[in-house]
């Protein structure tokens, strides 16, 4: 369950880099943002915090870089002044975290 919780957050994630990148910008650079932001996050998440990923980071790097590209997600929400879905967003995402601790998923 834990797992999957973390999967709806790296989709939220994308979700809210994509609205962050279409509200900020105008015309065809919101356009451009809001393709390129969660382009760059699929293409980081994918190759180093994957579990299927090239060049995985060991547990001690991965956990510190995960966590900082869903708090980028989470003020990318605050930054557009979505405030209720920044703090469900991180509420799921300390729940997240305190599962994975507990039921020793971050080397899975």
């Given at each position: 369950m834990n797992l999957a919780l973390k999967f709806v957050l790296e989709l939220a994630a994308l979700s809210a880099?994509?609205?962050?990148?279409?509200?900020?910008?105008?015309?065809?650079?919101?356009?451009?943002?809001?393709?390129?932001?969660?382009?760059?996050?699929?293409?980081?998440?994918?190759?180093?915090?994957?579990?299927?990923?090239p060049q995985r980071l060991s547990v001690v790097f991965r956990v510190p870089f995960e966590l900082a590209l869903l708090g980028l997600a989470c003020?990318?929400?605050?930054?557009?002044g979505a405030t209720a879905p920044a703090i469900a967003f991180a509420c799921a995402l300390v729940i997240n975290v305190a599962g994975a601790f507990t039921l020793r998923q971050w080397s899975a």
């Open positions: 880099f994509a609205f962050w990148g279409a509200e900020t910008g105008s015309g065809v650079w919101a356009a451009l943002l809001a393709v390129a932001l969660p382009g760059a996050f699929v293409l980081l998440w994918g190759r180093f915090a994957a579990p299927r990923a003020l990318a929400l605050v930054g557009i």
